[in-house]
């Protein structure tokens, strides 16, 4: 069974920071690629980074230079660190496992709620 697990949202202040991880279970972590997404409310959801099994990165546009994903094998653990943290960023912060082959299989995790206000 696989289980996809966030922690580490939470209110942080316009500017401040966070960072957000994503630990698997029941899946071969390193040949996956990884992400983070993010829905706010009365939005769809969005991308917001990737990073491949080889450690290549994706970023959208409205993070780069601010946010930064990475993955630790040993853990199984993906990360989001989160910087400069703007009312923007305000949304459910979901987990993504993807093993694209000659279909997609992908798994999502709960979701964690992160807050950026005064």
């Known amino acids: 069974q696989v289980h996809l697990v966030e922690s580490g949202g939470g209110l942080v202040q316009p500017g401040g920071s966070l960072r957000l991880s994503c630990t698997a279970s029941?899946?071969?972590?390193?040949?996956?690629?990884m992400g983070w997404y993010r829905q706010a409310p009365g939005k769809g959801r969005e991308l917001v980074a990737t990073?491949?099994?080889?450690?290549?990165?994706n970023y959208a546009d409205s993070v780069k230079g601010r946010f930064t994903i990475s993955r630790d094998n040993a853990k199984n653990t993906v990360y989001l660190q989160m910087n400069t943290l703007e009312p923007e960023d305000t949304a459910i912060y979901y987990c993504?496992?993807?093993?694209?082959?000659?279909?997609?299989?992908?798994?999502w995790g709960q979701g964690t709620q992160v807050t950026v206000s005064s």
């Open positions: 029941g899946i071969n972590f390193r040949i996956y690629k």
């Open positions: 993504n496992a993807a093993w694209i082959t000659l279909v997609r299989v992908e798994y």
């Open positions: 990073i491949t099994s080889d450690s290549s990165t």
